[in-house]
């Protein structure tokens, strides 16, 4: 378990990353959709919430565009530190998936309490169906960081 808890709380915050490289290439991936979707809800008129997630805007529209873009703000602040932990400080993966898998679990929550969520059409937000994908996919990303990757002769690879 200590040593669970020193990978996850590194001593030492560097680029020495011995776990499965997946898990380095689908933090990368998520980070460059985050980059995407965040500037969509900083940059765009609607904040993508009507033309993305269909939000019927027609009751307090510039409201909820105004608190999307300031989530896309946060978001895109979260995005970089991502990228700098990917290209920089990989001994924090354990703790990032940590901190997605908490994201998308107070996602799922969040649209439990407030549900309904009023939609034009049947259409579903896309983050509807990212919460499902996520909250599996960022369990097995961190135990796959976890797990120590070794050589064919049995000693630790060295990253």
């Not at 991502?82 to 990032?96: A, D, G, K």
């Not at 994201?103 to 309490?113: K, N, S």
Request: glycine share 6%; aromatic share 14%.
């Amino acid at each position: 378990m200590k040593n669970i808890l020193q990978k996850i709380f590194p001593k030492n915050i560097n680029n020495d990353y011995k776990g499965y490289k997946i898990a380095v290439y689908i933090f990368m991936l998520y980070s460059l959709v985050s980059i995407v979707r965040s500037c969509i809800h900083f940059f765009s008129a609607d904040a993508g919430v009507g033309t993305i997630a269909h939000f019927d805007l027609s009751q307090g529209g510039q409201s909820i565009v105004f608190f999307a873009a300031l989530w896309g703000s946060s978001q895109l602040i979260l995005a970089f530190i991502q990228i700098l932990v990917v290209f920089r400080y990989r001994t924090l993966l354990p703790f990032m998936y940590i901190l997605l898998f908490l994201e998308y679990c107070f996602r799922a929550i969040a649209g439990i309490m407030r549900a309904p969520v009023f939609v034009v059409g049947a259409v579903k937000p896309p983050g509807a169906y990212l919460n499902i994908i996520m909250i599996p996919l960022t369990i097995i990303m961190l135990i796959l960081t976890l797990i120590e990757l070794k050589t064919s002769t049995g000693k630790k690879l060295q990253s």
